[in-house]
């Protein structure tokens, strides 16, 4: 497996890949890479002849208060699980290689940017989409790899590949959980082991809402009610969000129909997880 820190060495690898008659896919990451990662790391190695994995804690999408320092990394390991995976490539660029001295150039999508985890997080989104632009720009991959978990940034990203007339497709991918049903996140570790427990409740709201819609309930704010109830149990718990909305357009639904998503984020003691569920 090779590393590459440089655009322009991703960029060759990418083309030459190409022109020998191979695909390309990219799986994104800030590192700190488990299960859920490798799961996307497998379904590219599925989907595309030649696999890059990115590994770069971008600070654009952490807001001044947020954990951009103690983000963990953890760069040797991230390398085993990616080549265990199926990856052929890393890309581990610096800060100054995707954001050069007086670089002022940023992609915003208006309006889904401030919905959802855009509403308390501004300016996540701009961060967002401005990493994956570049990083899309850099390997030029046919298809690019992202979980279901982070559904908003999903929408997001499929929003600026549409308006920007970019060719790479862009595929979620399942969500990936513990036995227990806890989401697979990189900020899991900041969980103490109480707060590991108290976050079940966030996968217990997502499988009460996937309950009464398979009995029958399709009004987003009884979806709501009833998870909300869920999260509030636990003293421990803040909710961010609780709701029922269009997945591509992030914009709430009143009445749940198939491909609507019901997504819920909160803080367990410090740390901010997120889940969501696909309406089937």
Partial sequence: MEVFDSVSELRRWSRESRHAGNSVGLVPTMGALHAGHASLIRAAREACTQVAVSIFVNPTQFGPSEDYSRYPRTFEQDCALAAAAGADVIFAPTVEELYPSGASTFVEVEGLSDRLDGASRPGHFRGVATVVAKLLIAAEPDRAFFG???AAQVAVIRRMVTDLRLVTEIVACPIVRDP???ALSSRNI???PAERVQALRLHE???LAEALVANGERRASSLIRAAKRILVAEAEIRID???VVDWATLEAVEVATPGTLFAVAAWV???RLI???LIA
């Fill in 275 to 277: 889940d969501n569920l």
């Fill in 269 to 271: 003691g410090a740390t």
């Fill in 180 to 182: 227990d049903g806890l």
């Fill in 148 to 150: 279901q978990k982070d």
């Fill in 205 to 207: 709201s997502i499988a």
């Fill in 190 to 192: 900041y969980l103490s």
């Fill in 241 to 243: 969000y609780t709701e």
